[in-house]
């Protein structure tokens, strides 16, 4: 099946900078990579998703990068902010397969 | 739209008793799937129904969870005896169509077992 690698485990950032999240899959033939932030106490939300059809997505400051070929894809979040601070979880799958999870990266922005 | 419905929000049993847990998705959503969340990790699927059918219950520990959608609907997931590692967050989302669709989760039911 498939395995998603996700790392760092946490990040601490100024706000302002720049943070980028980085994740690998095992199954070449995943083709749906959505990334998910959590906050406490609540459940995963969809932030941004891309297809493998397609090399990079952007919404406003966040994009999301995928290379096939190396079978990694990225999530960059530009001009951080305090409530950008979560956890955020990338995922993949394939077809009807149902999504794997990474474990997750902790963001934390201070002020 | 009114996202996803789970309860209770948490709950606290001693080990070999049982547990149920409901939630209801967005309406119109074909697919729903029970997750279970434990601290520091990812999400792990336990069971995907579409509609009222199982999809994937492979990972699933049969001998204690069993989960039902019987009207297509709301759906409730179980655990009969509990253990101690079965707490957890327990989470439910639900999504329009089944293939690489945006999965919608509710805020999950917290479980500790003591």
């Known amino acids: 099946g498939e395995n998603v690698e996700q790392h760092p485990s946490t990040l601490s950032v100024q706000e302002g900078d720049s943070a980028v999240i980085k994740c690998t899959y095992s199954?070449?033939?995943?083709?749906?990579f959505p990334w998910y932030k959590q906050e406490l106490g609540k459940g995963p939300q969809l932030i941004i998703d891309i297809r493998s059809n397609v090399g990079e997505k952007k919404d406003q400051r966040i994009a999301v990068t995928l290379n096939k070929t190396a079978k990694h894809f990225s999530l960059h979040i530009t001009e951080t902010q305090p409530e950008d601070s979560a956890v955020y979880f990338c995922a993949a799958s394939r077809g009807y397969s149902t999504l794997t999870f990474g474990k997750g990266t902790m963001l934390l922005v201070s002020p | 739209e009114a996202g996803v419905a789970q309860s209770p929000r948490y709950k606290i049993i001693e080990k070999r008793q049982s547990v149920a847990f409901w939630c209801n998705p967005i309406s119109g959503h074909a697919t729903l799937y029970w997750y279970q969340q434990i601290l520091g990790q990812g999400p792990k699927l336990l069971i995907q129904f579409q509609n009222n059918g199982v999809v994937d219950d492979s990972q699933l520990p049969k001998d204690r969870f069993s989960a039902e959608r019987l009207k297509g609907v709301d759906s409730t997931l179980k655990i009969q005896p509990a253990k101690l590692e079965d707490s957890a967050v327990y989470l439910c989302a639900s999504s329009l169509v089944q293939t690489n669709s945006p999965l919608h989760f509710g805020n999950g039911t917290r479980l500790t077992v003591t």
């Open positions: 199954d070449s033939a995943s083709n749906y």
